[in-house]
């Protein structure tokens, strides 16, 4: 049932008690009748929205008042907020809260089992919801800063003004509860809010937040929706704004898109509105706290023991490689392994858009990406980055992705001295790799003629590694291509490896690659003898 509190502007006043969805109007059907020539016959409907109370306009004349301001629709409406509709200001609270308990184990109309981790959060979201709003408000009258506190000033300024609220107006909750309640709302304000157990559990692999109230997580592969939630999409915003703004960079009406990183250096990109239409959308892509190595992915059965070796003389080899492969496939996760297996006595530049390579080596230089300030300046592109790195005596670089005109600046280094270098890029296969390669290239808006630019790609790199994230959530190495040249204006790619279905794991395809004979040279008996034998096993050296 939903409490009703109507003041007129003769000071009269009157309690109502009624069942939600509610219609607000003069007409004697309304549930919330107000009997005044400036209210419309339907003037407005009270209605439920997931776990909170929504107010909109129902197309009146006149209109109605949300805490001063005139709008078409309110969401969350809360027990404090006052509604304005002709000569009444009516306040709206639940008598009996829904119950957050009663959504545990059960399946959403979509048919999505919701996680059974079972909440501790007890209180109502409607007092919740209160104590989030007033706390916000008290924050800002005492004009704290709350971007630059840190993070335990913000937590301990917090719980002072709640424990003052609830002081005032207990809210019927018992001293168990209050203290629920002011954990529950300081999660909200400070850190990562309800998100900070997810971030510290090591099973999650990704945080996906759609709203305020719907929330997902990765684990072992598999996706599921969690019980808990922020109160509001105010809390969103707040989580995102103490993200991104301590790197500098900005989310608001004119910028709603940004990626950026955690303290973890975890990936983060979030979406707010208008882009996003159900409020601010969060995702946290985290990586493992333990930097993994090869034997971690022959282990986790990413790769044959075989296929890591090869990879890894490929690298000491200063091969170019280009790693494919489509979102959460673990394209970052090889990169950053292979880029460890550079020799410690060469210098490694690492450019990114959001800074999240963790490669194990001790002379490496990390740049960062810079996205335009307020004023429309400032900003500093992976390509200025990549043009910039010539300057600084690489002997590799690596770029995190290759997402646009950056590729042909990138194709020029490795074309220039620079063998080696490694990068990233979404695609389907190795034979699409190339050909997203080229429509990067011809972004950049040179006009270079499409031949040109094949020359140049086969010129640049040797090996295509296909990263795919299999049906079962298992991340592997499913192809190796090695690029052997230019004919009749087609790159040509010959299969050195691939995933074979029966025995689950990569093997060695008809012909050796052709850069073995390069090998000998510099490559130590042992280390090209494990090679050759894998090959030959497969009888690619007959």
Not at 288 to 302: F, H, I, M, Y
Not at 349 to 364: C, F, K, R, S, Y
Not at 421 to 433: F, G, V
Request: glycine share 8%; net charge negative.
């Amino acid at each position: 049932m939903l409490s009703v509190d109507i003041r007129y502007e003769d000071g009269r006043e009157q309690a109502l008690e009624v069942a939600v969805p509610a219609v607000i109007g003069k007409d004697a059907e309304c549930e919330i009748r107000l009997a005044h020539w400036r209210v419309g016959r339907t003037q407005a409907r009270v209605s439920r929205l997931g776990e909170f109370l929504q107010i909109e306009d129902l197309g009146s004349l006149l209109g109605m008042r949300v805490n001063g301001l005139r709008c078409a629709q309110h969401f969350p409406l809360l027990a404090t907020d006052d509604v304005t509709i002709g000569p009444c200001r009516l306040r709206f609270r639940w008598v009996q809260p829904i119950r957050q308990e009663q959504a545990f184990g059960s399946m959403q109309s979509d048919g999505t089992k919701i996680d059974l981790q079972q909440s501790t959060d007890t209180v109502a979201p409607e007092i919740r919801s209160e104590l989030h709003a007033e706390l916000i408000a008290l924050l800002d009258v005492r004009k704290l800063d709350l971007n630059n506190l840190p993070e335990q000033v913000l937590k301990s300024k917090a719980q002072e003004i709640l424990r003052e609220i609830l002081a005032r107006d207990s809210r019927g909750l018992s001293v168990a509860q209050q203290e629920q309640a002011i954990d529950a709302v300081v999660s909200d304000v400070a850190g990562l809010g309800v998100l900070q157990p997810l971030i510290e559990d090591p099973s999650v692999s990704e945080i996906m937040v759609n709203r305020h109230d719907q929330i997902y997580v990765e684990r072992e592969g598999g996706l599921k929706r969690h019980s808990v939630h922020f109160v509001n999409d105010a809390a969103v915003r707040t989580v995102i704004e103490r993200i991104v703004y301590p790197l500098g960079r900005r989310i608001d009406d004119a910028s709603p898109m940004v990626d950026a990183r955690l303290a973890d250096g975890s990936r983060v990109n979030a979406v707010i509105s208008p882009i996003a239409l159900h409020g601010a959308c969060l995702t946290i892509r985290k990586f493992p706290t333990k930097r993994l190595e090869l034997a971690d992915l022959v282990r986790l059965g990413s790769m044959t023991q075989e296929l890591g070796h090869f990879l890894s003389v490929s690298v000491q080899q200063r091969l170019n490689i280009l790693i494919s492969g489509g979102t959460g496939s673990g394209k970052t996760t090889l990169l950053n392994i292979l880029g460890s297996q550079i020799p410690h006595h060469q210098r490694v530049i690492t450019i990114e858009d959001a800074a999240e390579l963790q490669i194990g080596h001790p002379h490496v230089v990390s740049l960062e990406s810079r996205p335009r300030n307020v004023e429309g300046n400032g900003e500093v592109t992976i390509r200025d980055l990549v043009r910039n790195a010539l300057r600084m005596r690489p002997d590799r670089i690596v770029v995190g992705e290759c997402r646009g005109a950056e590729a042909i600046d990138m194709l020029a280094a490795m074309n220039t001295g620079h063998d080696g270098s490694l990068t990233t890029l979404h695609a389907n296969s190795p034979r699409d790799a190339l050909s997203r390669l080229e429509t990067m290239v011809l972004m950049a808006g040179k006009e270079l003629p499409l031949l040109a630019i094949r020359d140049q790609i086969a010129r640049a790199i040797q090996l295509v590694v296909q990263q795919t994230r299999l049906p079962d959530g298992r991340r592997m190495v499913t192809a190796v291509d090695e690029i052997t040249g230019l004919e009749s204006g087609q790159i040509q790619l010959q299969p050195l490896v691939r995933l074979d279905q029966v025995q689950g794991c990569c093997l060695p395809q008809g012909l050796p690659p052709t850069f073995l004979q390069s090998w000998r040279m510099s490559v130590t008996s042992g280390e090209l003898c494990k090679v050759e034998q894998w090959f030959a096993r497969s009888g690619a050296l007959n």
